[in-house]
């Protein structure tokens, strides 16, 4: 067991999506983020939307409703790499976005 390197690691994910009658697949993450945007300052068709701050462009992709500072998951569009930010910021890079 010694020999074996620890310092290096990987998580694997899957992702199951269920086809609707329209042919798009359904997401838990968007009906969730469509239920509670209101309650954020936020509304539902945000899902999926863009904003730029300090140079680097992420998109809008889940509402934690537990993480009261952080609810809002983004990924940066560069690398597709997570990140966590307050409703109210994200609320406001998106008007100033203008989309």
């Known amino acids: 067991m010694s020999d074996i390197d620890l310092r ?3 998580d694997i994910n ?13 997401s ?16 539902p068709s945000d899902y999926g939307r863009t904003f730029t701050t300090r140079g680097e462009t992420f998109r809008i992709m889940a509402i934690n409703p ?7 998951s983004v990924e940066r569009v560069a690398d597709a790499r997570g990140f966590k930010f307050t409703a109210e910021n994200v ?9």
């Open 8 to 10: 290096h690691g990987f």
């Open 66 to 72: 537990n993480r009261t500072k952080y609810p809002i």
């Open 28 to 43: 838990p993450d968007k009906a969730l983020f469509e239920v509670l945007a209101p309650h954020f300052g936020l509304e």
């Open 91 to 99: 609320a406001m890079y998106l008007c100033a976005s203008g989309e």
């Open 14 to 26: 899957f992702r199951v999506g269920i086809p609707m009658a329209d042919g798009a697949i359904y």
